[in-house]
């Protein structure tokens, strides 16, 4: 049954983003459109709510009728480096502990999003966070990154996770396929699990409109679909980064052949198990201020994902 594998690879893969651009929505649809998407028939691919701290409140104020312990929003809040010194980030962790005591169960923030600048901040900041909070520390693509992730890989609790901005809304802000291999291989060699956000709205490479504007730009975008089994092939197989490469810019949907346990892209092919063990510890979500766009393409291209397995009703991914 071909979407047994599709559910393992691609179960809560979506955060969504619906703030941010390209999309920009204000809080009320954000809150409106992830209230849907709930209780969708795909809220199986629906991960967390990506939220500034700042803008916590406001979400308060418009969404708190919507939660329910049953089915609770998760969020992922956007904060700055968490340097105890710093007002900003004293004030954003004040906005996330106000809003966990006053909408848990209902809604929760377990997880925060911030950057990493220089060697050393992951080393000498990483203490301050709550240690039941997830982190996803955004790196640079550059010399720094080998410096930041040992860092990562050297901290001594768990939760703490790389993050790759793998686009934006010009074509400049789209790093080279070189670099996010490169990413994605001293991610794997070091052990330290990741996410991406940004320009991967669609399954696969390809050209594609990179704003919602009518006479947006077009650009060559990287898809989840490659940058997952990319992270794949790399955390089991090891092979020359050339391969590695090739796949990110993969365009061909016919080049990928999914089979009811497994995933084929020329000689290489990722097993079921070998999914699983991806997303719990390799590579765990990507960011989207789509998430209708992610799913509706992939049903189209691969309709059986989503007609021939019968998903459990009442799930809630995420």
Not at 28 to 55: C, D, F, H, I
Not at 216 to 225: A, E, I, K, R, V
Not at 262 to 270: L, N, P, Q, S, Y
Request: proline share 7%.
């Amino acid at each position: 049954m071909l979407a047994m594998i599709a559910k393992h690879l691609l179960q809560g893969i979506v955060d969504y983003a619906g703030l941010f651009p390209p999309a920009g929505l204000e809080i009320p649809q954000v809150a409106t459109n992830y209230a849907a998407y709930k209780r969708s028939e795909q809220r199986w691919m629906l991960g967390r709510l990506v939220v500034p701290a700042q803008r916590l409140p406001e979400l308060k104020q418009v969404a708190q009728n919507a939660w329910t312990a049953t089915a609770p929003w998760r969020l992922s809040c956007l904060t700055p480096i968490p340097n105890p010194a710093d007002s900003n980030w004293r004030d954003a962790w004040g906005l996330i502990e106000a809003f966990n005591r006053d909408c848990a169960p209902g809604a929760i923030v377990d997880t925060i999003e911030t950057k990493a600048d220089h060697i050393g901040d992951i080393a000498n900041f990483s203490h301050t966070i709550d240690s039941a909070l997830q982190t996803f520390w955004e790196l640079p693509l550059d010399a720094r990154l080998p410096g930041l992730v040992t860092e990562l890989a050297a901290i001594d609790h768990p939760g703490h996770w790389a993050k790759i901005r793998t686009g934006g809304i010009v074509a400049s802000a789209f790093p080279a396929a070189e670099l996010v291999a490169g990413f994605i291989r001293t991610c794997s060699d070091l052990g330290v699990g990741w996410k991406a956000t940004a320009g991967l709205h669609h399954p696969l490479r390809g050209n594609y409109r990179l704003t919602y504007e009518p006479h947006s730009p077009c650009g060559s975008m990287f898809g989840y679909l490659n940058m997952f089994l990319a992270a794949a092939i790399d955390r089991f197989y090891r092979p020359a980064e050339s391969e590695i490469i090739a796949l990110l810019w993969e365009e061909n949907p016919e080049h990928l052949e999914w089979s009811a346990d497994a995933i084929r892209w020329r000689d290489w092919v990722v097993e079921i198990n070998q999914v699983r063990t991806l997303r719990e510890t390799t590579a765990v979500s990507f960011g989207s201020c789509s998430f209708t766009e992610p799913v509706d393409e992939l049903s189209m291209l691969w309709p059986d994902i989503f007609s021939r397995y019968e998903w459990s009703a009442g799930v809630e991914a995420g």
